[in-house]
C-alpha cells in the first residue's frame, strides 16, 4: 500500500488493522458492499435521533456583543478576505446591529437549519472493531442472518482518502457537549459528526465522513477486503450464495462462520473457506 509522505490522516492517526461492517444479505443495496461499493448515509437516516444531531450553540452569543464581535469578525474573515480591514470592520459593526443574535427565537431557528443542512450534506460510513458484539448482530445483520465484512483498516482508510473521506473514531460521553460557534469549522464538525452518548460505547464505532457527500457512492478495491464471517443463523441458501459469490470474486478471501457457545452469551467463529 502506498502512502503519501507528511500525510496527517495517515501518518497521526491511530488506523485499527481491521473494521467491520455488518450487512443484511437480503437486502440489495447492502450486497454492493462485497463489489467494494461504499455507501455514505445520511445523519437524517440515522436510528440514533441525537447522532451528528448536536447543535452549534448560537445562544451562546445573545445579548453578548464581545462574543458577537469575536464571532463576527470570524466570519467576516473566513468570507470576506477580500476586504479591506476598514471594510471588515464595518461589516463587523454592522452584522452586531443587525441585532439579529439576540433574538432567541431567530436563534433557534437557525440552529435547526443549520442542522437539516449539515445532515442533507454530510455523507458518513459507520464500521466498528469488533465483530464478537451479539447486538452488532442483531441490530445491523438481520437479527445474525446477515454478514459481517471485515478490512484492512489502512487499506480501506488510505482509499478512502483519495476520495477526500477522513476517519477518525467515535469517542463516547454521558455530557452533551457545547459547541461554541466561535470553534474552528473543522473542529465543530468532529464534535457534531464524532461523539455519541456513552449508551452507545458498546459499537465501538469509527466513521468515514465527507462533506458534500450524502448517500452518495465510491467504490475500494478487493485489496482492502480481509474477511467475510457468516451470521450464525444464516440460512442455508444464502451461506451457499455468499461462499460461491466470494470465490468468484474475491478469490481466497477467508470466510469465517459464527456459532454460539453453549452455556455462554457469546459467539465463536470458525474458518470455513
Known sequence: MQKSEGNPFIDKIKIPKTVYKFRDWTNPFHRRLLDGEIYLSSPLDFNDPFDCNIFVRYDMLQNNQGLQQEYFALVVERYRKHYTIEQKKDEVSRLIEEGRFNDPDWLKLQAKKSR??????????????????????????????????????????????????????????????????????????????????????????????????????????????????????????????????????????PIYQAYTVQNKFKLSFERIE
Open 116 to 253: 437539516q443542512q449539515y445532515g442533507e450534506d454530510l455523507g458518513v460510513f459507520c464500521l466498528t472493531l469488533t465483530k464478537k458484539n451479539i447486538l452488532l448482530w442483531s441490530h445491523y445483520a438481520s437479527s445474525h442472518k446477515g454478514l459481517c465484512v471485515g478490512f484492512n483498516g489502512e487499506q480501506l482508510f488510505f482509499e478512502c482518502l483519495q476520495h477526500g473521506i477522513k476517519g477518525k473514531k467515535v469517542s463516547y460521553s454521558k455530557e452533551y457537549p457545547d459547541i461554541d460557534p466561535r470553534t474552528d469549522l473543522f473542529k465543530q464538525s468532529i464534535l457534531q459528526t464524532h461523539i455519541k452518548s456513552h449508551l452507545w460505547v458498546h459499537e465501538k464505532e469509527y466513521r468515514l465522513s465527507k462533506l458534500s457527500a450524502s448517500r452518495k457512492t465510491f467504490n475500494v478495491s478487493k485489496k482492502c477486503f480481509k474477511e467475510i464471517t457468516l451470521g450464525c443463523e444464516i440460512t442455508k441458501e444464502h451461506r451457499q450464495e455468499i461462499i460461491e459469490f466470494v470465490k468468484i470474486n474475491i478469490a481466497g478471501l
